[in-house]
């Protein structure tokens, strides 16, 4: 199995603080309030409709109780992007910071720091070393992941024959953790024994970069029945490709079914594709932010978070699977959108 990989430039991150420095587009500033908190989001990357969603769940809950919101969208889904932001609201003093984490290891510096400060500081969509947050907003059980992105490989399939992955980046923690979980499961459960994966490519978590990430996957493995995207924006540029190229190869994954709308389908490039609510998972990690910051709850298993506009509500604070000293919250479940129900989805989210 081959993978690929590209390599980070500090040249980024000089970008980023430029841009920073400019006021660009990688920071929404947001209203004032009245005296109600300032609350940080960063996500992984701009450019990303997945990333937006989570801004707007967000943004709404803090301004809807009176906060101030401060959105940060990096340039490129890596740490070195993540923590030029991390450095600034430090600077600007904010009450919280709630991040998708594009590394596990690599922001522990600088979000310790920001603890230090007097900083909250909780990880949604994609966690960190878990020493360095009160706890995580995670949109579904890694399980539950990989086990509806194996049986829609399945699925697409029949059951047989040669799969690849397209994931993010090399280092983006949600990706690597659902990865492996499906790689477990693929070599546990015979249900999948005559599927075989053959290649893992990572499209950076960009458009450009994820369809020639899909090029290179059509022309080395002619033999290749479907890609399962564990990436709404590799999703929908992979799906794009394929309708492009004329190809057989079909797709499945994790995407926003507005962006998806147009692929669609049993005769399109994509028979059916599933993801969490995303203004949802923003909504939640709002609540949490804010409980954390008025000293509701401290982040510890047995709390819980109340949600008043989010059907879950309360959420319950609960162990790590994997790490009893550290806590999660799930926001829950996945929808599945095919032929049948993408008319009424693609303008939900
Ligand atoms: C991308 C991001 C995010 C992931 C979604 C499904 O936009 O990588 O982390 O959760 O896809």
Not at 142 to 160: C, K, P, S, W
Not at 187 to 211: H, T
Request: glycine share 8%; aromatic share 6%; hydrophobic share 40%.
């Amino acid at each position: 199995m081959k993978k690929s990989r590209k390599t980070r430039g500090m040249a980024l991150t000089a970008f980023a603080l430029a841009g920073l420095l400019a006021g660009g587009m990688m920071v929404q500033g947001a209203e004032s309030s009245e005296g109600g908190g300032k609350y940080a989001f960063i996500s992984k990357s701009m450019d990303n409709p997945y990333n937006f969603a989570m801004a707007e769940g967000f943004q709404e809950v803090i301004e809807g109780a009176g906060g101030e919101c401060v959105v940060n969208h990096p340039l490129n889904a890596y740490a070195d992007d993540q923590i030029t932001l991390i450095d600034s609201l430090i600077s600007q003093d904010v009450d919280a910071i709630a991040i998708a984490a594009n590394d596990e290891t690599r922001l522990t510096e600088a979000l310790t720091e920001a603890r230090e400060a007097g900083i909250q500081v909780i990880t949604v969509d994609s966690d960190t070393d878990h020493s360095v947050r009160s706890t995580f907003c995670n949109q579904a059980s890694t399980e539950l992941i990989a086990q509806t992105m194996m049986d829609a490989v399945y699925d697409i399939t029949g059951g047989e024959g040669q799969y690849a992955i397209l994931s993010t980046t090399l280092y983006a923690t949600n990706q690597n953790a659902w990865l492996e979980a499906m790689e477990t499961l693929a070599a546990s459960d015979e249900k999948y024994v005559n599927l075989e994966l053959i290649d893992i490519a990572y499209g950076e978590d960009q458009a450009d970069a994820s369809a020639e990430k899909t090029k290179d996957l059509l022309e080395e493995h002619p033999d290749l029945k479907a890609i399962c995207a564990l990436t709404s924006a590799g999703i929908t540029a992979a799906a794009k490709t394929l309708s492009e190229e004329e190809t057989e190869v079909k797709i499945t994954g994790l995407g926003m079914p507005s962006e998806l709308a147009e692929y669609i389908g049993e005769d399109g490039p994509c028979p059916k594709a599933y993801l969490w609510n995303p203004i949802d998972l923003g909504r939640l990690a709002a609540y949490t932010s804010m409980a954390l910051v008025s000293g509701e709850i401290t982040g510890a298993a047995g709390e819980s978070v109340e949600a008043d506009t989010l059907e879950g509500s309360p959420y319950a604070i609960t162990e790590l699977p994997e790490d009893s000293s550290a806590t999660e919250i799930v926001l829950g479940s996945m929808d599945c959108f095919d032929a049948g129900n993408i008319d009424e989805w693609k303008d939900v989210f």
